[in-house]
């Protein structure tokens, strides 16, 4: 059978920003979601372009995920 997962961990995990980042990074995305979303920019799109960012900075920094 299957684990659930609690609505309250679920909200959490959406919030923390992308895997394999660290605190900077995740500081980061938030600040551009709201940003985008403040703006109105990328539609309903906001957690995945500031995502795709974020990521995109990390590795041009030379980091790999989760290091």
């Known amino acids: 059978m299957?684990?659930?997962t609690s609505p309250t961990r679920q909200k959490r995990r959406?919030?923390?920003g992308p895997r394999g980042v660290g605190a900077k990074e995740k500081r980061q995305y938030e600040h551009i979601k709201t940003?985008?979303?403040r703006s109105g920019r990328y539609g309903g799109r906001a957690k995945e372009v500031a995502a795709r960012t974020?990521?995109?900075?990390?590795?041009?920094?030379?980091?790999?995920?989760?290091?």
């Open 2 to 4: 299957a684990r659930k």
């Open 54 to 67: 974020v990521l995109k900075q990390h590795r041009a920094q030379g980091h790999r995920p989760g290091k």
């Open 35 to 37: 940003s985008a979303k």
């Open 14 to 16: 959406a919030a923390s």
